[in-house]
T-cell receptor, first 111, second 112 residues
Framework: AQSVTQLGSHVSVSEGALVLLRCNYS??????LFWYVQYPNQGLQLLLK??????LVKGINGFEAEFKKSETSFHLTKPSAHMSDAAEYFC?????????FGTGTRLQVFP | DGGITQSPKYLFRKEGQNVTLSCEQN?????MYWYRQDPGQGLRLIYY???????QKGDIAEGYSVSREKKESFPLTVTSAQKNPTAFYLC???????????FGPGTRLLVL
């Protein structure tokens, strides 16, 4: 069965520091992978997606993620955190008509 | 302006009452979805529809009902059988198979 695991329900970084949010997936077929961001009391906004083209995917707001098949990972990174990056981040996988979400990682950014 | 709208933003339900959450999209998407979000549990799929007049149960369909009479609209009814309805409800739509799902702004349902 397909599944997604996000390691760390909370991550805290200082402004200007590297952001690393971890996502591992389980899939018996080549997956499509997504990262979404959610600000308080809002819907989910797509950050980036992997659809079997380039393994390094660039998204909005300076985020990027690398698909590593050998590690079944799709970790999200940003070189320098900004206060406005504070939000909840969801990794998701799809291989059919449905998305399977991880439980989310809340990112806090300290000045 | 293309997108997904959900209304109302906040909804209050009394005991034993059915309430309906609205979801409309003008993206010409075939597929639409309803999710429930609770703190620390991510998003759970309630119902989805891939075509007008057809829909399938998701992982937590008990206590909910839907209809899909128009391509643009996918309302969700939270029935009195749903004993713990307090949550944030998100609607999404998708174009072609395996492509991106786009989300509405959400409706927060509270019980009086």
């Amino acid at each position: 069965a397909q599944s997604v695991t996000q390691l760390g329900s909370h991550v805290s970084v200082s402004e200007g520091a590297l952001v690393l949010l971890r996502c591992n997936y389980s899939s018996s077929v080549p997956p499509y992978l997504f990262w979404y961001v959610q600000y308080p009391n809002q819907g989910l906004q797509l950050l980036l997606k992997y659809t079997s083209a380039a393994t390094l995917v660039k998204g909005i707001n300076g985020f990027e993620a690398e698909f590593k098949k050998s590690e079944t990972s799709f970790h999200l990174t940003k070189p320098s955190a900004h206060m406005s990056d504070a939000a909840e981040y969801f990794c998701a996988v799809t291989f059919t008509d449905k998305l399977i979400f991880g439980t989310g990682t809340r990112l806090q950014v300290f000045p | 302006d293309g997108g997904i709208t959900q209304s109302p933003k906040y909804l209050f339900r009394k005991e034993g009452q059915n309430v309906t959450l609205s979801c409309e999209q003008n993206l010409n998407h075939d597929a639409m979805y309803w999710y429930r979000q609770d703190p620390g549990q991510g998003l759970r799929l309630i119902y989805y529809s891939q075509i007008v007049n057809d829909f399938q149960k998701g992982d937590i369909a008990e206590g909910y009902s839907v209809s899909r009479e128009k391509k643009e609209s996918f309302p969700l009814t939270v029935t009195s059988a749903q004993k713990n309805p307090t949550a944030f409800y998100l609607c999404a739509s998708r174009g072609t198979r395996r492509e991106t799902q786009y989300f509405g702004p959400g409706t927060r349902l509270l019980v009086l």
